[in-house]
């Protein structure tokens, strides 16, 4: 595709067809942006006056100043090949099953980059896997992902505090919410330059269309979303989206927008065709307070999910008709989360009662029910226990004096953690929620299928510090993770049944059918793990922490072999 030249953009927008729901935006100015080079400027822009929305764009000169090769983070640029660091791990097997050490003694397996400065956790791959984006403050750094050297260094007029790759990895978008501003970037071009500013409308919520050429934006208030065309410079208005926890959703193959509408205090679902953002089919549903809808992956049915006060399911065909609602019980609260099968073929429903529903896409009735008790008895399921144990110092009987207050204490560097598999039955450490507080830490609050749809992966926040991993084939429970501390995130290798799982310390853990491992990420002072986002093709593993990153490389003859076998399952 050709990018909007300087020409182009100087001319009048093309005003955007209007529909059902629809309505003609008043002209956006299309104006010059004074010209900067790539490496930016130190001095913060001043805020502008509130204004009319308007998208700004205009090419660099190709002589601008390219950006600089050292990386914005600790230590120096890595070479074209650079020299990982190693990380300690060891390998605990289920009975019966493989067992293998992977660490310096057994050549490695796992090799971590340098480190790398971040703020806001802001750091993704892009789909084709080719490059990592990431942002420190107000610069966006783009980096080759087999060499982490600096491609691109971008400098955006705040902090970003929402950065989002288009579906095919040509353009990054950079929100900034607090000045109502959006930012594009091109990879193939980098003189070329778009600005998008709400004016007095505000922003809260800005992404992608699926073509990578439309950017939908939700002002302040959910008062309406504006979609902006990259290519046509035209504008439109989508009226009354609902302030919900997920109100937009989109099919996967990118044909069909679902968005969910609040007007005359009823609740509403309108299905857009994302190639001319005509209405194809607008109904209502029957919920008190619409709290989330996400389409199968499929593309054929949409799940769409009542308000916490009560447990009610609604699935809707593309045409806009009622197939099934589902509700387990009532006056109670209800759901939590849910998440669709890889396969289309089962619905997961997590509610606050502690147990997770499947439902299958025949009936879309029940097919069974998974609880998370707090003991675990049956002889079939392996419990794995995380065990940290300080290795000797070798210096005798020292006696040391007692840390200063705020200094880290020494086993926190030196510890090491295990897994070990635990006789049953085994009681887990549970928490009691708050009673007298809103959002309680109780019931299923996170759960994810595998690429295989073989498991399902689950947290009860009653039991914070587990991970449930299910057998979908078998419909049982599989394996229990029992970590240290609780669990903040987990997520699936997308190209096998392979979880990552996170707790905030310095460790990060991976399971599959052949056993689990516990790896501490090497380096200089503590680098708690807050969050994990895998690479498309399941070989590296970005570790996010509050100011820094890193990769985790997993080589694929030695962790694959192990850790990526599923034949012998049982």
Known sequence: MTLPTQASLSSGPQEATPDANTRDARAPRFSGLRRCSLLGDTRRPQRRGAGNPELRSEPLSHNAARPPTAPIGRGSLPAPHFRPREGSCGLQSRPGGLLTRFGPAAGAAMNFSEVFKLSSLLCKFSPDGKYLASCVQYRLVVR???????????????????????????????????????QVWSLEQPEWHCKIDEGSAGLVASCWSPDGRHILNTTEFHLRITVWSLCTKSVSYIKYPKACQQGITFTRDGRYMALAERRDCKDYVSIFVCSDWQLLRHFDTDTQDLAGMEWAPNGCVLAVWDTCLEYKMLLYSLDGRLLSVYSAYEWSLGIKSMAWSPSSQFLAVGSYDGKVRLLNHVTWKMTTEFGHPAAISNPKTVVYKEVEKSPPLGLGHLSFPPPRAGARPLAATTAESKYEVA????????????????????????LAFSPDSYFLATRNDNVPNAVWVWDIQKLRLFVVLEQLTPVRSFQWDPQQPRLAICTGGSKVYLWSPAGCVSVQVPGEGDFPVL???????????????KDHFCLCFLETEGIRAALGQRDGHT
């Open 423 to 446: 006789s049953v039955p085994v009681s887990l450490q549970t928490m009691k929620p708050a009673a007298d507080r809103a959002n309680p830490r109780m019931g299923i609050g996170m």
């Open 531 to 545: 969050s994990l986002c895998w690479h498309s093709s399941g070989d590296s593993l970005a570790l996010l922490s």
């Open 144 to 182: 080759d992902v087999s060499t982490l050297q600096v491609l691109q260094l971008y400098t955006c007029l705040d902090q970003v505090q929402h950065m989002e790759w288009s579906a095919d990895s040509l353009f990054i978008l950079c929100a900034m919410y607090k000045r109502g501003l959006v």
